[in-house]
């Protein structure tokens, strides 16, 4: 069954580090996404993205942050001079050409020391 | 803004029986809704997905929405301990499939043996 996959699954990384969390979409899906999930707290989306731009963004996603998709396959969140409240659960979702069901990543543990 | 609205729980119910749990929404042009279920530490697994008004059966599962009351619903029937876990509620929608998922709190439930 096709999946999404993200690496690493834990990454630890000192503050203002840049980090590169990485996904594999399900290969037919045309829209990817980033979410986050601070401990304790709800799944909050940050970006979404279709046709090789952002198609929409949260508050949370400024300058800090950035997407990419470098190939046909993997899509990327950077998280530029990280601090410690980006410490969270990170998850990478596909949805395919309808826009319907999401399908999530394992997601990213990353920890900012 | 989009905001959904779940209770947070904990849902106790003994080993068999329904456990019901609820959601709301605060967007009208919201079109499609999805159920997610999350493990501690785990990422959301898509449980069901509805988009009109009415009930929707899949095995011990039914989803029920309500348009006009802004309101959904999931029910576990036969709720087993391997039920117990967070229970998310998403949104999307507006003109385009393919926007953001709203997701709710989540309400976690416990399936007592």
């Known amino acids: 069954e096709p999946e999404v996959t993200q690496t690493p699954s834990h990454q630890v990384t000192q503050m203002g580090q840049e980090v590169i969390l990485r996904c594999v979409p399900i290969?037919?899906?045309?829209?990817f996404y980033w979410y986050r999930q601070i401990l304790g707290q709800k799944v909050e989306f940050l970006v979404s993205?279709?046709?090789?731009?952002?198609?929409?963004k949260s508050e949370i996603f400024d300058d800090q942050f950035s997407v990419e998709r470098p190939d046909g396959s993997n899509f990327t969140l950077k998280i530029r001079s990280t601090k410690l409240e980006d410490s969270a659960m990170y998850f990478c979702?596909?949805?395919?050409?309808?826009?319907?069901?999401?399908?999530f990543g394992q997601g990213t543990r990353l920890t900012v020391v | 803004q989009k905001e959904v609205e779940q209770n947070s729980g904990p849902l106790s119910v003994p080993e068999g029986a329904i456990a019901s749990l609820n959601c709301t929404y605060s967007?009208?042009?919201?079109?499609?809704f999805f159920w997610y279920r999350q493990y501690s530490g785990k990422s959301p697994e898509l449980i069901m997905s509805?988009?009109?008004?009415g009930d929707k059966e899949d095995g011990r599962f039914t989803a029920q929405l309500n348009k006009a009351s802004q309101y959904v619903s999931l029910l576990i029937r036969d709720s087993q301990p391997s039920d117990s876990a967070t229970y998310l509620c998403?949104?999307?929608?507006?003109?385009?499939?393919?926007?953001?998922?709203?997701f709710g709190p989540g309400t976690r439930l416990s399936v007592l043996p």
């Open positions: 290969s037919n899906h045309l829209y």
């Open positions: 967007d009208r042009g919201s079109q499609s």
């Open positions: 998403a949104v999307n929608g507006g003109h385009n499939y393919g926007q953001n998922f709203v």
């Open positions: 509805i988009y009109s008004n």
């Open positions: 993205f279709y046709n090789n731009e952002i198609s929409e």
């Open positions: 979702a596909s949805s395919d050409p309808g826009g319907a069901e999401a399908f």
